[in-house]
């Protein structure tokens, strides 16, 4: 890059308009430069210089791909990520259609191959992959590239935004379950006034009792913190507690996103923003955690 030579020594940012050819036509390059000399330029990038600023806030938020430090009794102990899925992060897509949605942990990754059956990017599928939530409606669902399956203590967030049918109705948001046992699966409004649902077998589930007939929220969209401490499940909504119950502590697999078992309908209807898993009960480290996965989530656009 040539830059213009200059009589005096200066320190400041420039605004010199520079362009580059891309098969053939001229398109304007996103830089920083520093006037010394001369002009030296750097970080350059050919994208829309807002989605830069976007990407780039997201990049220095807080990890959630590492181990997170907590102590238990007298001891250190890490609780790892299993899997952790983000709007922003390895979507691959055809037409705005999701296909494939990699963990940014591990190996794992959401998939489904059937056009009518994939989520897409953005309310109506208008979105932008980067940028906007995954939308479920009409039997859309994802299916794990592999089981998970959550042994003793545990943490997992869903940020979604549920979307009844029927307005104020909030019934059959199927958030996991698993393809091949339609009684193993998180819910809400499985039931009349019970809200949520965790359920390990016909016979054994955790039901958490409403007033109304039916869940009610506040926010359009809302971080669930679903944890298994011993014989305790708490569930929490936007960092608040709403609910502690005695849970079994029988393994939890799921490997689907949007519907449980093999049933067709009802599925879920509504977005999914992030989604992740850890081996572990989150304490210390929770609200730290919360708070990434909102401020993260909250700039979500379509």
């Known amino acids: 890059m040539i830059g213009k030579r200059l009589s005096k020594n200066k320190d400041k940012s420039l605004s010199n308009r520079?362009?580059?050819?891309i098969d053939g036509v001229l398109t304007p390059v996103v830089y920083k430069a520093l006037e010394t000399d001369?002009?030296?330029?750097?970080?350059?990038y050919v994208t829309n210089e807002k989605r830069i600023?976007?990407?780039s806030s997201l990049t220095k938020a807080s990890s959630l791909s590492k181990p997170f430090k907590e102590v238990v009794g007298s001891s250190e102990v890490k609780v790892n990520p299993i899997c952790v899925f983000d709007y922003?992060?390895?979507i691959k897509e055809s037409s705005n259609k999701v296909g494939y949605w990699w963990s940014s942990y591990g190996s794992t990754y959401f998939s489904q191959l059937t056009a009518e059956l994939q989520p897409v990017i953005g309310r109506f599928g208008a979105g932008v992959n980067g940028s906007s939530p995954i939308y479920f409606f009409n039997k859309s669902f994802l299916t794990l590239s592999d089981n998970i399956t959550l042994s003793g203590d545990f943490?997992?967030?869903?940020?979604?935004?549920?979307?009844?049918?029927?307005?104020?109705?909030?019934?059959?948001?199927?958030f996991l379950g698993k393809s091949d046992d339609a009684d193993m699966y998180f819910s809400i409004g499985e039931y009349p006034y019970r809200s949520y649902s965790l359920s390990f077998s016909s016979s054994s589930i955790v039901l958490v009792s409403i007033t109304g007939l039916y869940w009610k929220t506040a926010e359009k969209r809302l971080l669930i913190t679903l944890q298994r401490s011993g014989s305790t499940l708490y569930i929490r909504e936007n960092g608040v507690q709403v609910a502690s119950e005695t849970t079994p502590t029988t393994d939890f697999t799921f490997n689907q996103f949007g519907r449980i078992g093999g049933v067709t309908s009802p599925t879920y209807n509504g977005s999914l923003i992030h989604f992740s898993a850890y081996d572990g009960f989150l304490d210390s480290s929770l609200e730290t955690v919360e708070n990434a996965i909102i401020k993260s989530a909250q700039k979500a656009k379509g």
């Open 18 to 21: 520079v362009y580059c050819t």
């Open 53 to 55: 600023v976007q990407q």
């Open 155 to 174: 943490t997992v967030f869903l940020y979604v935004e549920p979307i009844p049918e029927v307005a104020n109705v909030h019934t059959n948001h199927r």
């Open 38 to 44: 001369y002009i030296t330029y750097t970080d350059l």
């Open 88 to 90: 922003h992060s390895k």
